[in-house]
């Protein structure tokens, strides 16, 4: 991936609430309590939530892992490496006011390939923070592949103000009432896909 083509796209805070409760409803099933922090194109806050049970330290490092990953539009495990004595960052976890963090758990999220904030989770071993992380990319990529095929069924504007924090509750009221092989995480997956898709169905339009 050529970092340096990728350009930044404002991420929709109702998307980034999404995205956290994923990463949340992750660790518990793996029995982990973790801090989860995701920040926008800037590297400002968007999303963090600290289970009970974790560790103190997890908030500011949940915090810095997002961060490192999006202004730097790379993972901090990849960060890590190129920090190494002889390569190109080296000495980079002293710039930043010391906020760039050299181990894994941070991840940049990406959406219709421009960069839209980054991921970082703490609480677990770095192997644990990445399997959450990596979940949570699982799922954006899952919606984005749902948005790609109802792009074009959406209107260029939506409005209705607000209505990307209320599209969530409204799904899973919908869904309660269907009796079928409906999962319980569907009503979030499908909410994050039609906020996507209104995001690219707007910029088409603004094209235009």
Not at 50 to 65: C, F, H, N, Q, V
Not at 83 to 97: R, V
Not at 105 to 111: C, K, R, S, T
Not at 157 to 176: D, K, Y
């Amino acid at each position: 991936m050529n970092h340096e083509r990728l350009f930044p796209v404002k991420i929709p805070s109702a998307l980034s609430r999404i995205l956290g409760v994923i990463a949340e409803h992750t660790a518990f099933r793996m029995g982990l309590a973790v801090a989860v922090a995701i920040v926008d194109e800037e590297g400002l806050l968007q999303y963090f939530a600290r289970m009970e049970g974790t560790l103190p330290a997890s908030t500011d490092i949940a915090m810095a892992k997002a961060y490192t990953a999006a202004a730097l539009r790379l993972s901090t495990r990849e960060v890590g490496e190129l920090a190494q004595p002889g390569n190109p960052l080296y000495g980079i976890e002293n710039t930043n006011s010391g906020k760039i963090v050299l181990f894994g758990g941070g991840f940049p999220l990406i959406l219709q390939g421009l960069a839209a904030g980054g991921i970082g989770i703490s609480g677990g071993t770095v192997e644990e923070d990445e399997e959450i992380a990596g979940e949570v990319l699982d799922r954006l990529a899952e919606m984005e592949g749902l948005a790609a095929a109802v792009v074009s069924l959406l209107p260029a504007q939506f409005p209705e103000a607000g209505w990307m924090i209320q599209l969530e509750s409204r799904l899973t009221e919908a869904l309660s009432r269907i009796q079928g092989a409906w999962t319980c995480d569907l009503a979030p997956r499908l909410a994050g896909a039609l906020i996507i898709a209104s995001l690219r169905r707007s910029r088409e339009g603004n094209a235009e």
